[in-house]
């Protein structure tokens, strides 16, 4: 049976605008969240982007970050490399640079992966602290409130590389996910894990991006080849926070900076 999504996206001038237009998604999505359920549980990916975010979110004199809920927030990570979380390549380090060391988050509210293990035992704790901390019960997926994904040039999402072993993962909530072309190991969330959230909005920026969202969100289905087809929130709808340079093959937004396209997957 074919889903019906609806890809929503808004176009920003630039980078700096793109990181502004970010953060508000992270405290409007953390705010709806708490208001129906009384928390907000957060899954952050890496990225420039995320980190410009990031920065603003934790910038007090900013009257409308004054909103975010950190009390209410429970924060976990999307994907992260197999490194020690003081690593620079460290997904958690560039996190805690960027926001927690400047946010009141105790360290019972932040889960991270941790990196630093063997990479399956890694994503096995991971998976093992997703059921604790979500109840879960034999097959069933953990329900985040607002996931946050970046996209590579190739396509790419979370640590779903093209042509890697974790795309063809659907029983599993966290792998490890060897990626030739890194030469490395990574950890990620598994796909119908993110489809499974409540919100799940995408933040690219740069023209080197610009060709891959066209065929992402307009071209064929090749989920092979681009992993981010994949996502597919349960709730049929899927955002899209772009710059100018990431969206100029898609059509142009309305007055208001937004459009939609529809496809049936």
Not at 140 to 161: I, K, N, W, Y
Not at 232 to 247: E, K, S
Request: hydrophobic letters at 45%.
């Amino acid at each position: 049976m074919s889903q019906k999504l609806k890809v929503v996206y808004f176009v920003e001038p630039d980078a700096a605008m793109l990181a502004e237009r970010a953060a508000r998604q992270f405290v409007e999505s953390t705010e709806r969240a708490v208001a129906k359920r009384g928390r907000a549980r957060i899954a952050v990916s890496g990225g420039s982007t995320p980190k410009a975010a990031f920065g603003l979110l934790a910038d007090a004199a900013r009257l409308w970050c004054g909103r975010m809920p950190w009390r209410r927030i429970e924060l976990w990570w999307v994907d992260e490399r197999c490194v020690a979380p003081d690593d620079a390549e460290s997904n958690y380090r560039m996190t805690r640079e960027a926001l927690l060391d400047h946010v009141p988050l105790t360290p019972e509210q932040i889960h991270r992966m941790e990196g630093e293990l063997e990479p399956e035992t890694g994503a096995a704790r991971y998976e093992a602290e997703l059921r604790d901390e979500f109840r879960l019960e034999g097959a069933e997926l953990p329900r985040f409130d607002v996931v946050a994904l970046g996209m590579g040039p190739d396509g790419h999402t979370a640590s779903l590389f093209p042509q890697t072993a974790a795309l063809h993962e659907t029983a599993r909530l966290a792998v490890a996910n060897f990626v030739p072309q890194k030469q490395s190991w990574r950890m990620t969330l598994t796909w119908p894990v993110i489809n499974s959230a409540a919100e799940v909005f995408f933040l690219i920026g740069g023209a080197d991006k610009a060709q891959t969202v066209k065929e992402v969100w307009l071209g064929p289905r090749d989920a092979e080849r681009l992993p981010s087809q994949l996502i597919m929130p349960v709730g049929g709808i899927l955002t899209l926070l772009l710059d100018r340079a990431a969206a100029a093959f898609l059509p142009e937004t309305n007055t208001e900076g937004y459009s939609f396209i529809e496809r049936d997957e």
